[in-house]
């Protein structure tokens, strides 16, 4: 019964190779988020879709497109992998109503770029 | 900009030992206030949370947070840790008009001797 699912939670990979992250809610939220938790453990947000509909991006390169096919998915595709990349990767959900902002996370995917 | 401050990168104590992790937030708006903890290899999951009344609110494990609003800040605290404490600690903001923008801190990690 995982509120926020994602898959892979590991994923080791060669620089210049493209990969996907999956992300699924089953809390009926509104609000769908990417973070980014670098090696020094600072989290920084990617994306947001509120309703599949993209509401941030924070200056995230064009290599990383994200894609929510309905309001319970969020996936994250990442072209041309850099080193840089390696960090863990939270998927995160939230009501949309009631203006809270509670975040839900995921447990995270660790991604290793070589 | 909207940002968060964290002044403590590593707190070590002994337990039983009180605790108390400073937090500064940068926006004179509305806002909502929360504490999020990361034990050693989990996701993030909210502590407690604070969005208006009572400057003084109460989480789980013990954990309490004070709103100053003079301040900007919203400290953690607790007044006799436990080992099982020991985990990474963020503090974030969102602006009550902006729900969907949490911003988070850069973390504060809390090791507890046992």
């Known amino acids: 019964d995982t509120a926020v699912s994602q898959t892979p939670k590991y994923l080791v990979t060669q620089m210049g190779n493209d990969k996907s992250i999956k992300c699924e809610q089953n809390?009926?939220?509104?609000?769908m988020y990417w973070y980014k938790q670098d090696s020094k453990k600072f989290l920084k947000i990617m994306f947001s879709?509120?309703?599949?509909?993209?509401?941030i991006n924070e200056t995230v390169p064009n290599r990383f497109s994200p894609k929510s096919p309905d309001k319970a998915h969020l996936n994250l595709h990442i072209n041309s992998l850099e080193l840089g990349d390696s960090a863990v990767y939270f998927c995160a959900s939230s009501q949309k109503t009631g203006n809270t902002g509670e975040l839900f996370f995921g447990e995270g995917s660790r991604l290793t770029v070589l | 900009a909207q940002s968060v401050s964290q002044h403590n990168h590593h707190v070590i104590l002994s337990e039983a030992a009180s605790l108390e992790l400073g937090c500064n937030y940068s926006?004179?708006?509305?806002?909502?206030l929360f504490w999020y903890v990361q034990y050693p290899g989990q996701h993030l999951q909210l502590l407690l949370k604070y969005f208006s009344g009572d400057p003084l609110v109460k989480g789980i494990k013990g954990f309490e947070a004070e709103f100053i609003k003079s301040k900007f800040s919203f400290n953690l605290r607790k007044p006799s840790v436990q080992w099982s404490d020991t985990a990474e600690y963020f503090c974030?903001?969102?602006?009550?008009?902006?729900?969907?923008?949490?911003?988070f801190g850069s973390g504060t990690r809390l090791s507890i001797r046992p």
């Open positions: 974030a903001v969102n602006r009550r008009s902006s729900a969907s923008k949490i911003i």
């Open positions: 926006y004179g708006g509305t806002v909502n």
């Open positions: 809390l009926g939220h509104d609000t």
């Open positions: 879709y509120n309703n599949k509909e993209l509401i």
